[in-house]
Protein backbone atom coordinates (compact mmCIF):
# COMPACT_ATOMS: atom_id res chain seq x y z
CA UNK A 1 0.00 0.00 0.00
CA UNK A 2 1.17 3.68 -1.18
CA UNK A 3 1.41 6.42 1.68
CA UNK A 4 -1.43 7.63 -0.11
CA UNK A 5 -4.48 7.56 2.11
CA UNK A 6 -7.50 9.13 0.37
CA UNK A 7 -10.32 6.76 0.13
CA UNK A 8 -10.97 3.32 1.86
CA UNK A 9 -13.59 0.61 1.40
CA UNK A 10 -15.37 -1.89 3.72
CA UNK A 11 -17.32 -4.71 2.19
CA UNK A 12 -19.65 -5.50 4.64
CA UNK A 13 -21.15 -3.53 7.61
CA UNK A 14 -21.72 -6.22 10.15
CA UNK A 15 -20.10 -5.65 13.40
CA UNK A 16 -16.78 -6.33 12.29
CA UNK A 17 -17.33 -4.00 9.43
CA UNK A 18 -18.38 -1.37 11.78
CA UNK A 19 -15.30 -1.08 13.87
CA UNK A 20 -13.01 -1.39 11.27
CA UNK A 21 -14.52 1.44 9.42
CA UNK A 22 -14.59 3.17 12.84
CA UNK A 23 -10.47 2.93 13.30
CA UNK A 24 -10.32 3.51 9.22
CA UNK A 25 -12.03 7.34 9.57
CA UNK A 26 -8.33 7.92 11.78
CA UNK A 27 -6.42 7.25 8.79
CA UNK A 28 -8.55 8.02 5.36
CA UNK A 29 -10.18 11.03 4.07
CA UNK A 30 -12.76 9.25 3.03
CA UNK A 31 -14.65 5.63 4.18
CA UNK A 32 -17.26 3.68 1.88
CA UNK A 33 -19.27 1.16 3.90
CA UNK A 34 -20.80 -1.48 1.25
CA UNK A 35 -23.45 -3.41 2.84
CA UNK A 36 -25.59 -6.12 0.82
CA UNK A 37 -28.23 -5.56 3.63
CA UNK A 38 -30.73 -3.03 3.95
CA UNK A 39 -30.50 -1.14 7.80
CA UNK A 40 -33.16 -1.15 9.46
CA UNK A 41 -34.21 2.78 11.68
CA UNK A 42 -33.77 1.00 14.77
CA UNK A 43 -32.42 -1.50 16.82
CA UNK A 44 -34.11 -4.48 15.43
CA UNK A 45 -33.28 -7.66 13.31
CA UNK A 46 -32.42 -7.38 9.88
CA UNK A 47 -31.84 -10.80 7.50
CA UNK A 48 -27.80 -9.95 7.00
CA UNK A 49 -27.72 -11.48 10.34
CA UNK A 50 -29.43 -14.21 10.88
CA UNK A 51 -27.51 -15.61 14.51
CA UNK A 52 -28.37 -12.00 16.02
CA UNK A 53 -31.86 -13.69 17.10
CA UNK A 54 -29.54 -16.14 19.62
CA UNK A 55 -27.94 -15.02 22.38
CA UNK A 56 -24.67 -12.89 21.94
CA UNK A 57 -21.70 -11.88 24.81
CA UNK A 58 -19.73 -9.80 24.50
CA UNK A 59 -16.67 -10.08 26.60
CA UNK A 60 -14.64 -8.05 29.10
CA UNK A 61 -11.86 -7.15 26.23
CA UNK A 62 -14.11 -6.43 23.78
CA UNK A 63 -16.12 -4.30 25.36
CA UNK A 64 -13.16 -2.26 26.55
CA UNK A 65 -11.77 -1.85 22.61
CA UNK A 66 -15.78 -0.90 21.88
CA UNK A 67 -15.86 1.79 24.63
CA UNK A 68 -12.20 3.33 23.31
CA UNK A 69 -13.29 3.37 19.92
CA UNK A 70 -16.74 5.24 20.69
CA UNK A 71 -16.48 6.61 24.02
CA UNK A 72 -19.66 6.25 26.23
CA UNK A 73 -21.02 3.74 24.56
CA UNK A 74 -21.21 1.66 27.66
CA UNK A 75 -23.23 4.20 29.41
CA UNK A 76 -25.54 4.45 26.22
CA UNK A 77 -26.17 1.03 26.29
CA UNK A 78 -26.98 0.90 29.93
CA UNK A 79 -29.19 3.98 29.46
CA UNK A 80 -31.07 1.69 26.35
CA UNK A 81 -31.73 -0.72 29.10
CA UNK A 82 -29.14 -3.49 29.10
CA UNK A 83 -28.13 -5.58 32.25
CA UNK A 84 -24.98 -5.23 33.74
CA UNK A 85 -24.63 -8.57 35.19
CA UNK A 86 -21.87 -9.80 37.98
CA UNK A 87 -20.02 -12.60 36.73
CA UNK A 88 -20.11 -14.75 38.18
CA UNK A 89 -21.67 -13.10 40.84
CA UNK A 90 -25.11 -12.68 39.55
CA UNK A 91 -25.02 -15.95 37.61
CA UNK A 92 -26.53 -19.30 38.76
CA UNK A 93 -23.84 -21.45 36.60
CA UNK A 94 -23.69 -24.95 35.94
CA UNK A 95 -20.15 -26.19 34.53
CA UNK A 96 -18.97 -29.34 33.33
CA UNK A 97 -17.88 -29.88 37.43
CA UNK A 98 -20.88 -28.91 38.69
CA UNK A 99 -22.40 -25.40 40.43
CA UNK A 100 -19.71 -22.53 40.65
CA UNK A 101 -19.72 -20.13 43.11
CA UNK A 102 -20.68 -16.75 42.78
CA UNK A 103 -17.91 -14.78 43.49
CA UNK A 104 -17.44 -11.32 42.15
CA UNK A 105 -14.62 -11.33 40.08
CA UNK A 106 -15.91 -8.66 36.54
CA UNK A 107 -18.92 -8.05 34.73
CA UNK A 108 -20.64 -7.57 31.39
CA UNK A 109 -23.41 -5.67 29.59
CA UNK A 110 -26.21 -8.12 28.43
CA UNK A 111 -28.02 -6.49 25.61
CA UNK A 112 -29.32 -7.64 21.92
CA UNK A 113 -27.39 -7.83 19.69
CA UNK A 114 -29.29 -5.30 17.30
CA UNK A 115 -29.24 -2.90 20.53
CA UNK A 116 -24.90 -2.73 20.15
CA UNK A 117 -25.60 -2.63 16.14
CA UNK A 118 -27.58 0.21 16.22
CA UNK A 119 -25.67 1.82 18.72
CA UNK A 120 -22.79 2.11 16.89
CA UNK A 121 -24.46 2.72 13.71
CA UNK A 122 -25.95 5.55 14.69
CA UNK A 123 -22.21 6.91 16.31
CA UNK A 124 -20.47 6.03 13.30
CA UNK A 125 -22.61 6.59 9.69
CA UNK A 126 -22.74 10.19 9.80
CA UNK A 127 -18.84 9.90 9.09
CA UNK A 128 -18.82 7.27 6.33
CA UNK A 129 -20.03 7.12 2.79
CA UNK A 130 -22.82 3.98 2.80
CA UNK A 131 -23.69 2.12 0.63
CA UNK A 132 -26.43 -0.47 1.00
CA UNK A 133 -28.54 -3.14 -0.81
CA UNK A 134 -24.82 -3.43 -2.97
CA UNK A 135 -22.92 -6.01 -3.11
CA UNK A 136 -19.04 -6.28 -4.13
CA UNK A 137 -18.24 -8.96 -7.27
CA UNK A 138 -14.84 -8.52 -7.23
CA UNK A 139 -11.62 -6.75 -6.79
CA UNK A 140 -9.76 -3.94 -8.55
CA UNK A 141 -6.02 -5.34 -9.75
CA UNK A 142 -2.75 -3.89 -10.18
CA UNK A 143 -0.79 -6.55 -11.70
CA UNK A 144 -1.50 -8.76 -8.17
CA UNK A 145 -2.21 -5.99 -6.03
CA UNK A 146 -5.73 -4.32 -5.06
CA UNK A 147 -6.86 -0.73 -6.43
CA UNK A 148 -10.62 -1.12 -5.89
CA UNK A 149 -13.76 -3.01 -6.40
CA UNK A 150 -16.83 -3.49 -8.67
CA UNK A 151 -19.65 -3.10 -7.09
CA UNK A 152 -23.36 -3.02 -8.17
CA UNK A 153 -26.70 -3.04 -6.94
CA UNK A 154 -27.77 -6.09 -4.77
CA UNK A 155 -30.27 -8.41 -6.65
CA UNK A 156 -29.30 -6.79 -10.21
CA UNK A 157 -26.85 -8.62 -12.97
CA UNK A 158 -24.27 -6.81 -15.06
CA UNK A 159 -20.27 -6.72 -14.37
CA UNK A 160 -20.55 -4.03 -11.93
CA UNK A 161 -18.85 -0.13 -11.21
CA UNK A 162 -15.24 0.62 -10.62
CA UNK A 163 -15.04 2.12 -7.20
CA UNK A 164 -11.24 2.57 -6.71
CA UNK A 165 -9.64 2.82 -3.18
CA UNK A 166 -6.14 2.94 -1.54
CA UNK A 167 -7.17 0.34 1.00
CA UNK A 168 -10.08 -2.70 0.62
CA UNK A 169 -11.18 -4.50 3.82
CA UNK A 170 -13.22 -8.02 3.62
CA UNK A 171 -15.44 -7.98 6.35
CA UNK A 172 -18.51 -10.12 4.80
CA UNK A 173 -17.78 -13.05 7.64
CA UNK A 174 -17.98 -16.54 6.86
CA UNK A 175 -19.89 -16.04 3.28
CA UNK A 176 -16.37 -14.34 2.08
CA UNK A 177 -16.01 -14.60 -1.37
CA UNK A 178 -12.15 -13.38 -1.17
CA UNK A 179 -10.65 -16.74 -2.12
CA UNK A 180 -12.23 -16.07 -5.55
CA UNK A 181 -11.41 -12.70 -5.59
CA UNK A 182 -7.97 -13.29 -4.81
CA UNK A 183 -7.74 -16.36 -7.56
CA UNK A 184 -8.90 -14.02 -10.10
CA UNK A 185 -5.77 -11.91 -9.41
CA UNK A 186 -3.72 -15.28 -9.65
CA UNK A 187 -3.23 -16.18 -5.72
CA UNK A 188 -3.61 -20.08 -4.77
CA UNK A 189 -6.82 -20.87 -2.55
CA UNK A 190 -6.07 -20.44 1.03
CA UNK A 191 -5.42 -23.69 3.07
CA UNK A 192 -8.61 -24.11 5.39
CA UNK A 193 -9.36 -26.10 8.56
CA UNK A 194 -12.62 -26.89 10.46
CA UNK A 195 -13.67 -28.19 13.59
CA UNK A 196 -17.33 -28.69 13.56
CA UNK A 197 -19.21 -30.18 16.30
CA UNK A 198 -22.32 -30.05 14.84
CA UNK A 199 -24.13 -27.82 16.63
CA UNK A 200 -27.75 -25.43 16.45
CA UNK A 201 -29.06 -23.08 18.88
CA UNK A 202 -32.93 -22.35 18.98
CA UNK A 203 -33.57 -19.36 20.67
CA UNK A 204 -37.04 -17.62 21.75
CA UNK A 205 -37.77 -14.36 24.01
CA UNK A 206 -39.97 -14.60 27.28
CA UNK A 207 -40.96 -11.24 28.66
CA UNK A 208 -39.29 -11.36 32.55
CA UNK A 209 -42.23 -12.12 35.31
CA UNK A 210 -43.32 -9.13 37.47
CA UNK A 211 -41.70 -8.96 41.08
CA UNK A 212 -39.33 -12.43 39.57
CA UNK A 213 -36.57 -13.05 41.90
CA UNK A 214 -35.26 -16.35 42.06
CA UNK A 215 -31.76 -15.53 43.77
CA UNK A 216 -30.29 -15.36 40.26
CA UNK A 217 -30.00 -12.66 37.31
CA UNK A 218 -28.89 -15.17 34.17
CA UNK A 219 -28.86 -18.78 33.98
CA UNK A 220 -26.16 -20.44 32.22
CA UNK A 221 -26.55 -24.41 31.80
CA UNK A 222 -23.35 -25.62 30.03
CA UNK A 223 -23.07 -29.62 28.89
CA UNK A 224 -20.64 -32.30 30.26
CA UNK A 225 -19.28 -32.91 27.13
CA UNK A 226 -19.33 -35.88 26.60
CA UNK A 227 -21.43 -37.38 28.27
CA UNK A 228 -24.55 -34.37 27.70
CA UNK A 229 -24.59 -32.40 24.95
CA UNK A 230 -27.17 -30.37 25.84
CA UNK A 231 -26.49 -26.46 27.01
CA UNK A 232 -28.88 -23.69 28.26
CA UNK A 233 -28.51 -19.86 28.57
CA UNK A 234 -31.24 -17.19 29.90
CA UNK A 235 -30.02 -13.86 30.11
CA UNK A 236 -31.71 -10.58 30.72
CA UNK A 237 -31.94 -7.63 27.73
CA UNK A 238 -33.33 -4.55 27.20
CA UNK A 239 -37.07 -4.19 27.29
CA UNK A 240 -37.74 -6.50 30.74
CA UNK A 241 -36.98 -9.70 28.45
CA UNK A 242 -35.24 -13.16 28.96
CA UNK A 243 -33.31 -14.31 25.21
CA UNK A 244 -33.85 -18.34 26.00
CA UNK A 245 -31.27 -19.76 23.72
CA UNK A 246 -31.10 -23.93 23.73
CA UNK A 247 -28.43 -25.34 22.05
CA UNK A 248 -27.25 -29.11 21.32
CA UNK A 249 -23.73 -30.60 19.73
CA UNK A 250 -24.02 -34.16 17.72
CA UNK A 251 -26.99 -32.66 15.69
CA UNK A 252 -28.93 -32.94 19.20
CA UNK A 253 -31.22 -29.49 18.28
CA UNK A 254 -33.88 -28.16 20.37
CA UNK A 255 -37.22 -28.35 18.23
CA UNK A 256 -38.77 -24.98 16.95
CA UNK A 257 -42.33 -26.36 18.16
CA UNK A 258 -44.34 -25.13 21.78
CA UNK A 259 -44.00 -28.31 23.10
CA UNK A 260 -40.69 -29.88 21.97
CA UNK A 261 -38.89 -26.84 23.27
CA UNK A 262 -39.78 -26.69 26.67
CA UNK A 263 -39.37 -30.90 26.71
CA UNK A 264 -36.00 -30.14 25.36
CA UNK A 265 -35.05 -27.32 28.42
CA UNK A 266 -36.64 -29.67 30.73
CA UNK A 267 -34.00 -32.64 29.55
CA UNK A 268 -30.90 -30.05 30.77
CA UNK A 269 -28.48 -31.30 33.25
CA UNK A 270 -30.79 -29.30 35.78
CA UNK A 271 -34.68 -28.21 35.37
CA UNK A 272 -33.90 -24.75 36.72
CA UNK A 273 -34.20 -22.81 33.01
CA UNK A 274 -37.50 -24.79 32.58
CA UNK A 275 -39.26 -23.83 35.53
CA UNK A 276 -38.31 -20.18 35.14
CA UNK A 277 -39.57 -20.37 31.20
CA UNK A 278 -42.60 -22.59 31.48
CA UNK A 279 -44.98 -20.19 32.97
CA UNK A 280 -43.48 -16.97 31.46
CA UNK A 281 -44.76 -15.01 28.69
CA UNK A 282 -43.13 -15.59 24.96
CA UNK A 283 -42.44 -12.63 23.05
CA UNK A 284 -41.62 -14.13 20.04
CA UNK A 285 -41.73 -16.77 18.02
CA UNK A 286 -38.64 -19.93 18.23
CA UNK A 287 -36.30 -19.36 15.63
CA UNK A 288 -33.42 -21.65 14.88
CA UNK A 289 -29.51 -21.28 13.71
CA UNK A 290 -27.14 -23.70 12.54
CA UNK A 291 -23.93 -22.42 10.81
CA UNK A 292 -22.04 -22.39 14.09
CA UNK A 293 -18.72 -24.47 12.65
CA UNK A 294 -15.31 -23.23 14.08
CA UNK A 295 -13.99 -21.99 10.37
CA UNK A 296 -10.25 -20.72 10.00
CA UNK A 297 -9.12 -19.73 6.42
CA UNK A 298 -4.96 -19.51 6.27
CA UNK A 299 -4.02 -16.56 4.32
CA UNK A 300 -0.91 -15.75 6.85
CA UNK A 301 0.52 -18.84 5.09
CA UNK A 302 0.61 -16.90 2.09
CA UNK A 303 3.94 -16.05 0.38
CA UNK A 304 2.64 -12.99 -0.73
CA UNK A 305 0.09 -10.76 -0.16
CA UNK A 306 -1.41 -8.22 -1.99
CA UNK A 307 -1.17 -4.85 -1.07
CA UNK A 308 -4.44 -2.78 -0.95
CA UNK A 309 -6.59 -5.71 0.40
CA UNK A 310 -6.81 -7.07 4.17
CA UNK A 311 -9.50 -9.50 5.79
CA UNK A 312 -11.32 -9.03 9.05
CA UNK A 313 -13.46 -10.95 11.49
CA UNK A 314 -15.47 -14.44 10.52
CA UNK A 315 -13.84 -14.16 6.73
CA UNK A 316 -10.79 -15.50 8.62
CA UNK A 317 -11.72 -17.17 11.55
CA UNK A 318 -15.05 -18.10 12.60
CA UNK A 319 -15.55 -19.56 15.67
CA UNK A 320 -18.44 -21.26 17.33
CA UNK A 321 -20.93 -19.00 19.04
CA UNK A 322 -21.72 -20.98 22.04
CA UNK A 323 -18.41 -19.50 23.00
CA UNK A 324 -19.37 -15.62 22.91
CA UNK A 325 -15.60 -14.83 21.73
CA UNK A 326 -16.30 -13.71 18.05
CA UNK A 327 -17.05 -10.02 18.60
CA UNK A 328 -14.43 -9.72 20.81
CA UNK A 329 -11.94 -11.02 18.41
CA UNK A 330 -13.33 -8.83 15.49
CA UNK A 331 -12.51 -5.37 18.10
CA UNK A 332 -8.86 -7.34 18.84
CA UNK A 333 -8.05 -7.01 14.81
CA UNK A 334 -9.63 -3.68 14.57
CA UNK A 335 -7.10 -2.61 17.24
CA UNK A 336 -4.42 -4.25 15.46
CA UNK A 337 -5.38 -2.48 12.19
CA UNK A 338 -5.28 1.06 13.63
CA UNK A 339 -1.51 -0.08 14.88
CA UNK A 340 -1.03 -1.35 11.72
CA UNK A 341 -1.75 1.91 9.47
CA UNK A 342 -0.16 3.90 12.05
CA UNK A 343 3.18 1.58 11.50
CA UNK A 344 5.02 1.48 8.28
CA UNK A 345 3.19 1.44 5.38
CA UNK A 346 5.77 -0.95 3.07
CA UNK A 347 4.24 -4.14 3.43
CA UNK A 348 1.06 -3.25 6.12
CA UNK A 349 -1.44 -5.88 4.71
CA UNK A 350 0.82 -8.32 4.76
CA UNK A 351 1.89 -8.16 8.18
CA UNK A 352 -2.06 -7.78 9.41
CA UNK A 353 -3.08 -10.79 7.76
CA UNK A 354 -0.77 -12.66 9.50
CA UNK A 355 -1.30 -10.15 12.89
CA UNK A 356 -5.21 -11.13 12.40
CA UNK A 357 -4.59 -14.87 13.00
CA UNK A 358 -2.72 -14.24 16.28
CA UNK A 359 -5.29 -12.13 17.54
CA UNK A 360 -7.68 -14.99 17.02
CA UNK A 361 -5.56 -18.04 18.22
CA UNK A 362 -6.52 -18.06 21.73
CA UNK A 363 -10.01 -18.10 20.70
CA UNK A 364 -9.31 -20.75 18.33
CA UNK A 365 -7.48 -23.11 21.28
CA UNK A 366 -10.53 -22.26 23.63
CA UNK A 367 -13.53 -23.06 20.88
CA UNK A 368 -11.68 -25.98 19.34
CA UNK A 369 -10.76 -27.13 22.37
CA UNK A 370 -13.64 -27.75 23.75
CA UNK A 371 -15.43 -28.73 20.74
CA UNK A 372 -13.36 -31.67 20.13
CA UNK A 373 -14.78 -33.03 23.68
CA UNK A 374 -17.94 -33.94 21.42
CA UNK A 375 -17.29 -37.77 19.86
CA UNK A 376 -19.60 -36.34 16.74
CA UNK A 377 -17.52 -33.43 15.87
CA UNK A 378 -16.22 -33.28 12.52
CA UNK A 379 -13.40 -31.73 10.66
CA UNK A 380 -9.50 -31.75 11.71
CA UNK A 381 -8.62 -34.24 14.16
CA UNK A 382 -7.49 -33.75 17.75
CA UNK A 383 -4.31 -34.08 18.16
CA UNK A 384 -2.65 -35.79 21.43
CA UNK A 385 -1.20 -31.91 22.94
CA UNK A 386 -5.54 -31.31 22.70
CA UNK A 387 -6.29 -33.95 24.62
CA UNK A 388 -3.73 -33.80 27.60
CA UNK A 389 -4.74 -30.48 27.44
CA UNK A 390 -8.34 -29.98 27.47
CA UNK A 391 -7.74 -32.88 30.93
CA UNK A 392 -6.00 -30.24 32.76
CA UNK A 393 -8.67 -27.59 31.26
CA UNK A 394 -10.93 -29.83 32.87
CA UNK A 395 -9.59 -29.63 36.15
CA UNK A 396 -8.96 -25.77 35.84
CA UNK A 397 -12.77 -25.83 35.61
CA UNK A 398 -13.27 -27.63 38.98
CA UNK A 399 -11.30 -25.65 40.72
CA UNK A 400 -12.44 -22.02 39.13
CA UNK A 401 -15.72 -23.18 40.40
CA UNK A 402 -14.76 -23.07 44.42
CA UNK A 403 -11.41 -20.56 44.09
CA UNK A 404 -11.55 -17.24 43.40
CA UNK A 405 -8.35 -16.63 41.88
CA UNK A 406 -8.62 -19.47 39.49
CA UNK A 407 -11.85 -18.45 38.91
CA UNK A 408 -10.00 -15.10 37.86
CA UNK A 409 -7.65 -16.64 35.87
CA UNK A 410 -10.45 -18.93 33.63
CA UNK A 411 -12.46 -15.46 33.15
CA UNK A 412 -9.44 -13.63 31.73
CA UNK A 413 -9.05 -16.51 28.99
CA UNK A 414 -12.71 -16.63 28.31
CA UNK A 415 -12.88 -12.72 27.89
CA UNK A 416 -9.83 -12.63 25.61
CA UNK A 417 -7.31 -10.49 28.81
CA UNK A 418 -5.06 -13.07 28.56
CA UNK A 419 -4.60 -15.92 26.24
CA UNK A 420 -4.21 -19.19 27.27
CA UNK A 421 -1.04 -19.93 28.59
CA UNK A 422 -1.85 -18.36 31.18
CA UNK A 423 -3.31 -21.06 33.23
CA UNK A 424 -0.29 -22.87 33.57
CA UNK A 425 1.25 -20.34 35.55
CA UNK A 426 2.92 -21.19 38.77
CA UNK A 427 0.11 -19.78 40.90
CA UNK A 428 -2.88 -20.68 38.65
CA UNK A 429 -1.12 -24.34 38.19
CA UNK A 430 -0.78 -24.57 42.56
CA UNK A 431 -4.50 -23.87 43.19
CA UNK A 432 -6.13 -25.64 39.88
CA UNK A 433 -3.53 -28.70 41.53
CA UNK A 434 -5.28 -27.97 45.41
CA UNK A 435 -8.80 -27.68 43.89
CA UNK A 436 -9.77 -29.91 40.74
CA UNK A 437 -12.21 -32.47 42.62
CA UNK A 438 -16.05 -31.78 40.87
CA UNK A 439 -18.49 -30.39 43.69
CA UNK A 440 -21.63 -31.77 44.19
CA UNK A 441 -24.83 -30.23 43.63
CA UNK A 442 -26.14 -27.36 45.88
CA UNK A 443 -23.71 -25.88 48.06
CA UNK A 444 -25.94 -23.32 50.50
CA UNK A 445 -23.22 -20.71 49.55
CA UNK A 446 -24.96 -20.21 45.83
CA UNK A 447 -28.68 -19.42 46.37
CA UNK A 448 -30.30 -18.03 49.72
CA UNK A 449 -32.72 -21.47 48.50
CA UNK A 450 -31.70 -25.06 48.41
CA UNK A 451 -30.45 -25.48 44.55
CA UNK A 452 -32.53 -28.16 42.27
CA UNK A 453 -30.99 -31.46 42.15
CA UNK A 454 -28.86 -32.60 38.44
CA UNK A 455 -30.17 -34.83 36.43
Known amino acids: MTDSREHAIVVGGSLAGLLTARVLTSHFDQVTLIERDRYPDSADFRAGIPQSRHLHALWTKGLEIIEDLFPGIEAELAAAGAPELGIPRDFLWLTSAGWRRRFDITKMLTFSRPLLDWTIRKRLLSELTVLTHHEVIGLLPDGKDVTGVLVREAGTRGPGEPLAANLVVDATG ?6 DWLAELGYPAPKETAVDPLLGYTSRYYAIPEGYDPGWRALYLQADAPATRRTGGLFPQEGGRWICSLSGAGRDYAPTDEQGFLDYAKGLRSPVLYDAIRTAEPLTPITSFRRTANHRRHYERFRTWPDGFVIVGDAVCAFNPIYGQGMSVAALQAVLLDESLAGDPHGMTRRFQ ?23 TTGSKIK ?14 AAANVDEQACAALLDVLALKAGPTSLFNPSVLRRVLLNHAPQPPGPADLLPTPLPSLR
Request: net charge positive; charged share 30%.
Open 174 to 179: RTSKAP
Open 354 to 376: RGAKRRGSGAWLVATGEDFRYAE
Open 384 to 397: PYNRIINRYVARVV
